[in-house]
């Protein structure tokens, strides 16, 4: 069974990405924010895919990939960035940081389930 790592803060979209993800029989890890998520990677097996949003407490999503691509070298995670941040330059950036893929919110959820099935 696959695995993923949901890095959200909202409950209400934890919820929902973690109900289309098991739909597709994946098994769901969740962290609330940038710093519980390393605690996870670096006490876990490394997941087949992570879900990061952008906007987060403490450390946003793209310093956390930088931190999963740079420091842990974990270069072959695809990380699906799924933010409300919707100009081409925060796409262009979360890119350029290691991130795979761009969702904005809010996003139909077949655009999720497809984008998925094209990383893992």
């Not at 098994?27 to 879900?51: C, F």
Request: hydrophobic share 40%.
């Amino acid at each position: 069974m696959k695995n993923a790592l949901v890095v959200e803060d909202s409950k209400s979209e934890q919820k929902l990405v973690q109900a289309l993800l098991e739909k597709m029989e994946i098994k769901v890890d969740i962290a609330d924010n940038g710093e519980e998520a390393l605690d996870w990677l670096k006490s876990n097996d490394q997941p087949d895919l992570i879900l990061l949003d952008i906007v987060m407490p403490d450390m946003n999503g793209l310093e956390l990939c930088r931190e999963i691509r740079e420091t842990l070298g974990y270069a072959d995670i695809p990380i699906i960035f799924c933010s409300n941040k919707s100009e081409e330059f925060d796409r262009f950036w979360a890119l350029r940081q290691g991130g795979n893929a761009y969702i904005t919110k809010p996003y139909s959820p077949m655009d999720l389930i497809k984008t998925v099935k094209a990383h893992l």
